[in-house]
């Protein structure tokens, strides 16, 4: 297969697509290595939409280290009860009663849960493990317009769980060579979901996260080979090195509070009309 041929399939293009606008579009937010900005994508990306685009959004934490509930920690109650976990393993709870709303109005997010590394385990030892999270995901579409699921720092079956129940992987890719390392490999397992899970996965975009102008030459090289390997797959919104942003994310405070017109609030908001136009376009 040719590298334009190969793109255009990863993308979705020419592909059969649902075009169900009750329904909401799911969107897993993944890569193989840790600390690339899964996380603050997924977040912020979730708070833009509800606040901004103003779509009914569920953000799923499926990443045992409980980083989505400490970002939000300022806007959500603390939250005990059923957990992700107790539904993967079968214990007969549905998603409503892991879905919490926040203080932000249009946002959602389920409880945190430090056992789904264990959990992970046990899901390998049975049949039909890929599909255990796309059943409870179908329930929550009719409830929301946007499903983000931030996934943990590997492709192990909590990521592969996430890539069968979504429509859509978005991959943010740090300016670091590893990174860049990390993003084919993710590609390999999104062609793999499709082909022999038959499930039919779209790239949304790669997404350059920390991208360091002070740091030129090597943020320049990642950026120049994530375009000639990937095309129109990069997104055009590039999201900057900006303290704020980790400052948010320690604080449990959203940036677009904390520093409303930064430079990490402002790509973020321009990173979900981005998103939504190309969910359009794919549809
Ligand atoms: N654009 C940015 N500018 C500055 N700091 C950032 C940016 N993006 C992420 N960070 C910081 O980098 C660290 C890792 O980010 P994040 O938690 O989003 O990564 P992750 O891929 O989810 O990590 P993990 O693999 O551990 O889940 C955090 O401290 C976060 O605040
Ligand atoms: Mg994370």
Same mark, same amino acid.
């Given at each position: 297969m040719s590298l334009s041929e190969r793109i255009k399939k990863l993308a979705g293009l020419g592909s059969a697509t649902s075009n169900d606008v009750n329904r909401a579009k799911v969107i897993a937010v993944a890569a193989q290595k840790g600390g690339v900005g899964k996380t603050t994508t997924a977040v912020n990306l979730a708070l833009a939409m509800a606040k901004f685009q103003d779509l009914k959004t569920l953000l799923v934490d499926l990443d045992g280290q409980g980083h989505v509930a400490a970002s939000l920690a300022s806007i959500t109650p603390d939250i005990i009860g059923a957990s992700l976990s107790d539904i993967l393993l079968g214990h007969?709870?549905?998603i409503s009663e892991i879905v919490h709303p926040t203080q932000v109005t249009n946002l959602s997010v389920t409880a945190s849960d430090k056992g789904l590394a264990a959990t992970e385990g046990i899901l390998s030892g049975r049949i039909g493990k890929e599909f255990l999270l796309r059943g409870t995901i179908k329930q929550a579409r009719s409830d929301f317009d946007v499903i983000l699921l931030d996934c @943990? @720092?590997?492709?192990g079956n909590l990521t592969l769980n996430a890539m069968a129940a979504a429509d859509y992987c978005l991959v943010p890719c740090d300016m670091s060579p590893l990174s860049l390392a990390g993003v084919s490999d993710l590609l390999v397992v999104v062609e793999t979901v499709q082909d022999r899970l038959g499930h039919d996965l779209k790239v949304l975009g790669i997404l350059p996260t920390r991208v360091d102008r002070r740091n030129w030459r090597v943020t320049e090289h990642v950026l120049n080979e994530l375009a000639e390997l990937y095309g129109e797959l990069v997104f055009d919104n590039h999201i900057p090195i900006n303290s704020f942003l980790a400052r948010a994310q320690i604080k449990g405070v959203p940036v677009f509070d904390l520093d409303p017109s930064g430079n990490g609030a402002t790509a973020y908001k321009e990173l979900a009309g981005e998103v939504l136009q190309r969910i359009k376009a794919a549809n």
């Open positions: 007969g709870r549905s @943990p @720092p590997n492709l």
